[in-house]
């Protein structure tokens, strides 16, 4: 875990019980989801192996170690996970370093959480050489902390990422919003106790008790956002 900016504390604006919001990177702040699969092509291709396009569905949202291993498996290919990773950071890190499109309605938000004084997290599955980067674009700035999938032990879908963020930022995880894109990291949200925003990117997420889904972060605001704690009292 590490903090790019000093902690802001608990501070959430008067009559409101939201305390903090933890954001994922890669599909929900970046439009970077279509780059992982297409590295992951290009560097199977280069093995020798083609990736059916149904594959991408097991991949998404998932750890590197979980996706690498899951590909390596199904081709068949001949070469080490550690080495596969490395590949795949490469490639990836080449890619957003050409371009970095973000999602709709994400820098208006994270402009909105930052005025607001609100305590806000990335948590992510990417390695840290990889958020580090992203960063330059996305804005440190706009981050008390930042998670990466490399720094805990057990990355999503366990609720241990986001168990880590809402800690370092002293807020209790059902007070905390998450905003998600994958089923895996609804997963890891939901087990840690947060209120999920669902904002689906590859494949689709349905709507449950405990999360809310919507098609664009451009319907995602702070009054949208306190409002999800509002239903929970």
């Known amino acids: 875990m590490t903090t790019t900016v000093p902690a802001l504390g608990t501070h959430t604006g008067e009559g409101s019980a939201l305390q903090a919001v933890l954001l994922d ?20 291709a280069g093995l020798g192996h083609t990736l059916d396009p149904s ?18 498996e199904a081709t068949g290919a001949d070469i080490r996970l550690d080495e596969l990773t490395l590949l795949l950071n490469d490639g990836f890190e080449d890619r957003i370093g050409r371009t970095l499109p973000l999602m709709p309605g994400a820098a208006r938000l994270l402009a909105e959480l930052a005025a607001h004084e609100i305590p806000t997290a990335l948590v992510s599955a990417s ?29 999503k879908p366990f609720p241990d990422p986001y168990l880590l963020a809402a800690s370092g930022l002293g807020a209790d995880p059902g007070r905390c ?41 451009e319907e995602v605001d702070l009054p949208f956002l306190r409002g999800l704690m509002t239903e929970m009292r």
Do not use: K, N
């Open 55 to 72: 594959w991408r569905h097991v991949v998404v949202g998932g750890p590197m170690t979980r996706s690498a291993g899951f590909l390596i």
């Open 127 to 155: 390695h840290r050489r990889i958020i580090d980067r992203v960063l330059t674009s996305l804005g440190p700035q706009y981050f008390a902390l930042t998670v990466a999938g490399d720094e805990v032990e057990r990355t």
């Open 25 to 44: 990177m890669d599909g929900t702040l970046v439009d970077t989801e279509g780059f992982w699969w297409d590295v992951e092509v290009e560097v199977f």
């Open 177 to 217: 919003a998450v905003i998600e894109d994958t089923t895996t990291g609804v997963a890891a949200a939901e087990a840690a106790g947060c209120r999920v925003v669902a904002v689906p990117s590859v494949a689709p997420i349905a709507p449950a008790a405990s999360r809310t889904v919507v098609t664009s972060l």
